[in-house]
């Protein structure tokens, strides 16, 4: 058995090559084993997903999080869900969409012609703003700066936790205890800030906050710590996943003159005279939705998943034992050439019905799956599309450098470093 050594996704890829579609390793002192095929994670996710808990991988976590829907436990989880559901219900994220395009729009009239943009921090900048104005109704940009601090520190400390850990995530390592404590600080004062002139004003402005501190469940409502928990970890979670994804997607239409020609074609045809696209017109950009599909598959925005199991339990006619580690990622998964074609290669067009009819529930699994599946994830896939259409219809982008960017493999998949493009005006 192989002992687990960074970095993770070269060792998980030089295994897989070696042992195929499961391995056991170990990870300091537990047993661990790594699945790639989609049947078996299905398994760990669906089928047998009782026997298996995600929190235990994420209690450093809980530091800045609390008991948000990404960490707290399954009771917690279950009627915490319950209530934020109706908050990303088609409705709601119907009335996000205005809000959307009107940021997207924004951000490209600050584009100059011929200007170089580090893609990777203008689509944190945007999604940032966005689920801001969609969570708490705040334009946040004198706060900008401060949660851009905390989501770095945030990342800093999860990148410990970018496979899974065992009982030592406890307690927060001492090296880093202050740094965390200033950077949940900062964060706390903006929300509770924002839930305390909410209640004081007890106006319904028709945002996520407002819907949060109606929701019941039983006759019970959160907490303002509940409710900071919540907010936070949707605000987290919210803008740095579909900022990546949309990063990636502009690197890779940069590098490849006839997808990014369909592209821009579908856009005028869909706009017709450059106008913004709204709501009514996702469902037409069906190939702006392709290159979103294509490129999350390339660089899914989280990239792995942790479980640990809670009983004995068989996952690929293995004997997996009670405290055992299961290890899956979308990144190899998403690439395996059972499934894919020339699956290192930016294809937007292989996503036919067909194929995606034939396509193993699990191949392509980028929000995860079974009840913690993302429960944002309508809302990532429709702010993604148009965020696209909104700076695609007036701007191409090109990529100076020839040398292909790094991903960093943290909590989340971004570019190491500036993702820089050189802006071209489609005018």
């Not at 689920?131 to 400390?157: C, M, R, S």
């Amino acid at each position: 058995m192989d002992n687990f050594a960074f970095l993770p996704i070269q060792f998980y890829l030089d295994k897989t090559e070696k042992y195929g579609d499961i391995f056991a390793f170990r990870i300091g002192g537990q047993r661990a084993y790594f699945i790639k095929h989609p049947d078996h994670i299905k398994e760990v996710l669906v089928t047998k997903q009782a026997n298996f808990v995600k929190e235990a991988f994420l209690k450093r976590g809980k530091f800045f999080l609390g008991n948000g829907l990404v960490t707290s436990e399954p009771e917690v989880h279950r009627r915490q869900r319950r209530m934020i559901q109706p908050g990303f219900h088609h409705e709601r994220i119907e009335a996000c969409a205005a809000t959307m395009v009107e940021f997207s729009e924004k951000a490209s009239d600050g584009i100059v012609d011929g200007s170089k943009i580090d893609m990777s921090a203008e689509m944190l900048h945007l999604t940032l703003r966005v689920v801001a104005k969609t969570l708490f109704n705040a334009d946040i940009e004198n706060d900008a700066k401060d949660f851009g601090e905390v989501l770095t520190t945030f990342l800093d400390l999860f990148n410990m936790l970018v496979f899974p850990m065992d009982s030592s995530g406890d307690s927060a390592p001492d090296m880093t205890a202050a740094e965390i404590q200033a950077a949940r600080q900062k964060i706390d004062n903006i929300i509770y800030r924002l839930i305390a002139e909410r209640r004081t004003s007890g106006e319904d402005t028709g945002d996520l906050l407002s819907l949060l501190m109606r929701a019941t469940d039983s006759g019970h409502g959160m907490s303002d710590e509940l409710l900071r928990d919540e907010m936070v970890t949707i605000f987290l979670a919210g803008h740095e996943t579909i900022a990546n994804a949309l990063t990636w997607s502009w690197y890779l239409l940069s590098q490849d003159a006839e997808v990014e020609a369909k592209f821009h074609e579908e856009l005028d045809r869909v706009l017709p005279g450059g106008r913004a696209p709204t709501i009514s017109d996702v469902g037409a950009l069906e190939f702006t939705r392709k290159v979103l599909t294509e490129s999350m598959r390339l660089y899914p925005p989280v990239w792995t998943l942790g479980r640990m199991a809670t009983a004995d339990v068989q996952i690929a006619g293995r004997n997996i034992s009670k405290g055992s580690i299961i290890v899956m990622s979308q990144y190899i998964t998403h690439r395996d050439p059972k499934n894919f074609a020339d699956p290192d290669k930016f294809i937007p067009d292989r996503w036919t019905d067909e194929m995606k009819e034939n396509l193993p529930a699990f191949a392509y699994f980028p929000f995860g799956g079974g009840s913690r599946k993302c429960i944002g994830d309508q809302f990532a896939w429709t702010e993604g599309i148009l965020v696209l259409a909104s700076l695609g219809r007036k701007w191409r982008f090109r990529r100076e450098v020839k040398v292909k960017p790094e991903p960093l493999f943290l909590l989340t998949l971004r570019p190491n470093g500036p993702l820089d493009l050189v802006a071209e005006s489609r005018a």
